[in-house]
Every structure is written in C-alpha cells, then in structure tokens.
C-alpha cells in the first residue's frame, strides 16, 4: 500500500495530464464496484442537476474576465488531488501523532507538505515551523490569536475600509463586525487621507499609546509593498508580537516579485488558493518558539480532523510555485498589473495610491458620480467580475466607492501586458453604461437594479458581452482538462 501511495502521488505531482493522475486500477476498481451493486457514484457525475451546475460555471469561467484580485485558477493536478481519495481519511493530530490509526501515507502527504511549505519560502526547519492544516486564511489567523493571547487582549491591524481584512479586527461604531473583534480589544491603524499609503508615524502614535500585543501587517486590497522593517520596530517598541498576513502576497513573496516578511515576523499565515494557485486552504509560518502553541490552537482548540485532499493538493501547488515557470508567471503578475492601472489612469480613471506595487489595484469610482456597487452590477452583466470595495473615507459596505480589480487570473490564462490595455478599455466602457443608466434611474442603488432590464441599455451591455466572452474563449483555461475528458 506504501508503494502504491508513493507511486500515486509523484504521479500525480509530475503530471498535469488528468488520464496518467488516475492509479491504473482505478477503472478496475470501478467495474468491480459497478459488479457488486455499489450504489457510489462514479466519474463522471451520475447526476445531472449538479453536472449542469458545474458546466454552468465551467462556460461562465471560460467566457469571463477574472479580475476578483482574491481568485485565480487552479491546474488539473491540483483538481485531481482535491477529488482524491485522500478526502475520505481522518488524521486528527499531527504525523506520528494521530489521533487515528491508519494514517501511514497521511504522515508521508503531510510532512512531505511542510517541508516544501519551508524550502518554497527559504526557511530553515531549525528556525521556523509551519502548520499546514488551517481550513483557510480566516481559521488561520483565529488560530494564531488563540495561540499568542488571551482574551481582550490587544492588536492592531489596518482599518477595513483602508484595505484590511476582516479577520483583523474590524469593527464599527454600531456593531462589532468580526469574531475577532469580539474577543479582542481592536484598534485599526488607518491609510492617510492624501495619499492613500499607510501612515507608519500615525501607526507608531497610535501603538504607544495603546500598547496592543500584537500588531498585524497585511490586508485584502492594499495596493503598495508594506513596510515590514519599520512595523518590527513598532512592535519591539511596545513589547508586540508582529504578525504577517500575506494571503493576497504568497506567490509573488514566494517568486521573490514582492518583499519578504519572513525576516520581520514572528508568525506568518496565508491562505493558498490566491497568488499561490493552490486549493482553498491555509497556512501558519511560525518561529519555532511559538509553533506548539500554535499547533494545539489548530487542534484541538479550533478545528477538528484536518482536509488531507486539501493538504495534498497544496503539497502540489507548492511544487509548481518552486518552478521557473512559476516565477515566470509571479514576474508578469507585475508586469500586468502596471500595466493595466497605467492605462486606466490614462484614460482618466483614479486609483488609490496612484498605481500599485502587487497584483491589484482600487479604482476609486466616486469622481465618476458612481459607486462600486453599480460598477460591479453592470460589469457582471459584461462578464467581467471583480468586487466592489470600501475606500477610505466610505460609509457603507453595501455601497462603496470603489472596485478592486487584481490581475492573477487573466494572467494564469496567458493574458500579458497587450491584453491589459483591452481590459482597461472594457472597464471604462462599464462605467459609461453604469452612468448612462444611473443618469435615467438617479442615484438608488434598487432603482439602478431596475434600470439594468431597461430595453434603452441593451444593445450596450449585450454588445460588450459578446466583445468581452469572444476575446475570452479565445485564451487557454488551467483546470478544465479535467471537465473536457470526462
């Protein structure tokens, strides 16, 4: 069995093609099953509601432009993995030290996942730990405040509407928005008006006076490279752990595109389906001193058995992001994302920060009389998706000022520097329906709903769809051998 989970798995990690990820008995297995009356399905889905669910969604990704900066497109071996039998296996605890038995080849998966984790991001195993089990980015970060501090402790991380998360600490004056919130006493630092960038002096103030232990550097839709140097030495100065969140960053981190946090920190999470391409999963980079704390926080604090298809997938992932091609693609993640915010400015557009330094940028709608909702609304209906995304100095969620757009998953279909300028051409003609039809409907976001069916607009939204979904179909799509064989 050993031999065979070996002989599976670097099958699977050294091939893309869907047929060779498969163990050759696998079909046998299946006749057997079919011979016995086993009432399990096979592949492809004996089910026809979710079958057409899913090629549904699979023509909607192929004909659409991804700009959700949070999304990006997994390869077929990762898929595989992900629809293995490594779903099926309970392994509570940690290799050699499960809860369960049977686990044998789940402790090979497993620390075969850590140490590439480590040797990805240059870490030694001497110094540095990691955890590979955390569900996904939010669970990770819980983790880690569950680890380094008691309750009502404090932290401090960047304001939502500034770019933070959500997992940070965010709270408003009526309601205390996330679990973090409610169990820790949170103070955001916050952008400066002006310029959109991080004020470090403000942040410095504000820590010394109230004293946080523990001060988080990341966020959701910040533009520009963090200062990780100077937030080590804010943190040192008030006696903080310093926390790194770089779920949006791990692949171009990984690829060297960005700056490294690894020097500054003393926990880094991330999630692993972003920059990473990996599954939907996460994270926690920890120093050695905090990794069994972390660890008990992971289970049996918050979770239960860990997702070994999930864990396996990432094991994967992080063999294709230590590639060449890889950091091919991480360098024109860059290089598009210039690219693209170049061109919307010259076109008149204004973006947070004036540009970025990462894979996404805010374009800030409010100078158009719009708002980020309306943007999005009609967009969607061009089969372009990106969200829409609070601003410093918004009010409300639901109606913000802005849109994030990130580049990852235009580039993962091939898409460079050429492309970006159509995109941005395509954005701007969004934004003259929105306000052609926000000009008949006024300004309420329900009427504008309403507005969107109005015969008078048709010929517009339906004549940029057909642009957008012929240019799209047109560019190769990572993951969908896996659909197109069966």
């Known amino acids: 069995m050993f031999a065979q989970f070996l002989l599976f798995f670097l099958t699977i990690t050294g091939s893309s093609s869907v047929v060779a990820a498969f163990p050759p008995s696998s079909s046998s297995c299946l006749k057997r099953s079919e011979q016995h009356g086993s009432q399990l399905r096979t592949f492809p889905l004996d089910d026809p509601e979710v079958s057409a669910i899913i090629l549904s969604e699979q023509l909607r990704q192929r004909r659409s432009l991804e700009l959700i900066a949070s999304e990006n497109f997994a390869s077929s071996a990762v898929l595989t993995v992900l629809g293995s039998c490594l779903t099926n296996k309970y392994s509570e605890g940690q290799p050699s030290a499960r809860y369960y038995a049977g686990n044998v080849n789940i402790d090979v998966l497993e620390t075969l996942t850590k140490s590439r984790a480590l040797g990805l991001y240059g870490l030694s195993s001497e110094s540095w730990a990691v955890n590979v089990q955390p569900y996904s980015g939010s669970p990770a970060n819980f983790a880690v405040y569950t680890a380094l501090l008691n309750p009502h402790d404090r932290i401090m991380g960047l304001d939502l509407p500034s770019g933070g998360h959500l997992t940070h600490g965010y709270y408003t004056s009526k309601k205390k928005v996330s679990a973090t919130s409610v169990y820790f006493e949170s103070l955001p630092y916050k952008v400066d008006e002006e310029t959109g960038l991080i004020d470090y002096d403000e942040m410095e103030k504000l820590a010394t006076v109230f004293r946080p232990k523990l001060l988080i550097a990341g966020g959701s839709a910040y533009p520009r490279e963090w200062d990780y140097a100077r937030m080590r030495a804010i943190a040192d100065s008030v006696g903080a752990y310093f926390l790194v969140d770089m779920a949006h960053l791990s692949g171009l981190v990984a690829s060297a595109v960005v700056d490294s946090p690894f020097e500054f920190a003393d926990v880094v ?193 339906e004549g940029l769809k057909n642009e957008v979904e012929e240019f799209a179909e047109t560019y190769y799509m990572p993951g969908q051998e896996l659909q197109e064989e069966s």
């Open 269 to 461: 999470t991330t999630t692993t389906h972003k920059s990473l391409r990996g599954p939907r999963s996460g994270m926690i980079f920890s120093r050695k001193e905090f990794s069994d704390e972390i660890d008990k926080a992971v289970f049996p604090g918050l979770q239960g058995g860990p997702h070994n298809n999930n864990i396996g997938a990432l094991c994967v992932a992080l063999k294709e992001a230590d590639s060449e091609e890889f950091k091919t693609y991480a360098k024109q993640v860059i290089k598009n994302a210039k690219v693209l915010s170049e061109r919307l400015m010259e076109k008149g557009m204004k973006l947070a920060t004036g540009g970025t330094s990462n894979h996404l940028m805010l374009w800030d709608v409010r100078p158009l009389g719009l708002s980020g909702s309306k943007v999005e609304k009609v967009l969607e209906r061009c089969s372009i998706t990106l969200n829409k995304n609070s601003l410093h100095g918004d009010t409300s969620a639901v109606n913000p000022g802005g849109v994030r757009i990130g580049v990852c998953a235009l580039t993962s279909r091939g898409m460079k520097e050429e492309e970006m300028g159509k995109v941005a051409e395509w954005l701007v003609r969004g934004s003259e329906i929105a306000a052609k039809v926000q000009n008949k409907t006024g300004k309420k976001l329900a009427d504008f709903k309403v507005g969107l069916e109005d015969p008078e607009f048709k010929k517009d939204l």
